[in-house]
């Protein structure tokens, strides 16, 4: 979904600006640009372009109901059917709820209504609703994230090979080193977690034999890994995934479901798949566009 509902703990440092207390509604010219509101939550300001529409800010209800096309400013806080928060766009709940992440900048989301950018049961919901105004959403799978796909649980190997042997082309390389490649030379790359052999250079080519120690750790996109064997073309990797933990793979990003001695598996259905959500909105802001 193309909005903050994807997970919660994240986090936004600014301050509530309050807006005038009087609604109004602004006509603008054509092809007029102009700056939208000081957002409820935040002090952001976003610039948009508009051909001849209308703006309508200020505290209480606005007197236009959102419509399709319309851009939303939305604040929220979502809910499992336990009442255990999922996400919300406010600071001080985040706090008070202790979700509240430093890595987050809280402030509303901004949408256009009918053009997918946010879960359909918010993108339908907020449909009528005037600015000022909160309601309460209840969300099913099928409206939000989806309904859980027990096909989307993958195996993968905890033991795998590599190749030792790599190539480079000689332009790379030269863009990168400053010295002039000679075999049997060996150099280290910060974006390989081992030394490598340069064994053969050509006009067009350098390349590489990895050599790792037996028992080297590194990181990967699972966790922690080692280094178990090294034969004459192979690595033998052993991954150490942590179940519960979100991974990045060639196929997107995965939840370590379970692990034993060769697999785990991942799990890349959406972390609230098979959820019924309960969210609280309100409409901090509208923009209307003439003519719609």
């Given at each position: 979904m193309a909005s903050k509902t994807k997970g919660k703990g994240k986090t936004n440092t600014k301050k509530t600006t309050s807006k005038s207390k009087t609604a109004k509604t602004i006509?603008?010219?054509?092809?007029?640009?102009?700056?939208l509101i000081v957002l409820a939550a935040g002090g952001l300001y976003m610039v948009y372009t508009l051909s001849k529409g209308s703006v309508e800010s200020g505290r209480g209800l606005g007197k236009n109901a959102v419509a399709v096309n319309d851009v939303v400013v939305l604040n929220f806080v979502s809910r499992l059917s336990n009442g255990s928060i999922v996400d919300t766009t406010i600071e001080q709940v985040a706090i008070d709820e202790n979700i509240y992440s430093m890595d987050y900048e809280y402030s509303p989301i901004i949408f256009t209504v009918g053009k997918n950018q946010i879960i359909?049961?918010?993108?339908?919901?907020?449909?009528?609703?005037?600015?000022?105004?909160?309601?309460?959403?209840?969300?099913?799978?099928?409206?939000?994230f989806g309904e859980y796909n027990e096909q989307l649980i993958q195996p993968a190997l905890k033991i795998y090979p590599i190749d030792r042997y790599s190539e480079m082309?000689?332009?790379?390389?030269?863009?990168?080193?400053s010295d002039p490649p000679q075999a049997g030379?060996?150099?280290?790359?910060?974006?390989?977690?081992?030394?490598?052999e340069i064994v053969n250079v050509t006009d067009e080519l350098v390349s590489f034999l990895y050599t790792p120690g037996e028992g080297a750790f590194f990181e990967t996109s699972v966790g922690l890994a080692i280094v178990v064997n090294v034969s004459e073309d192979?690595?033998?990797?052993?991954?150490?995934?942590?179940?519960?933990?979100?991974?990045?793979?060639?196929?997107?990003s995965a939840i370590v479901k379970t692990h034993?001695?060769?697999?785990?598996?991942?799990?890349?259905n959406h972390p609230l798949a098979g959820k019924t959500l309960h969210y609280e909105v309100t409409v901090e802001g509208v923009v209307k566009l003439a003519g719609e």
């Open positions: 006509e603008l010219s054509q092809t007029a640009f102009i700056i359909a049961g918010i993108d339908s919901g907020v449909i009528g609703l005037r600015e000022g105004e909160t309601k309460k959403i209840t969300v099913p799978p099928e409206a939000g082309p000689l332009i790379q390389f030269q863009s990168v080193v030379e060996t150099i280290v790359d910060v974006n390989v977690p081992w030394p490598m192979k690595i033998w990797i052993m991954e150490n995934p942590v179940d519960g933990s979100v991974v990045s793979t060639q196929l997107g034993n001695e060769t697999m785990f598996l991942l799990d890349y």
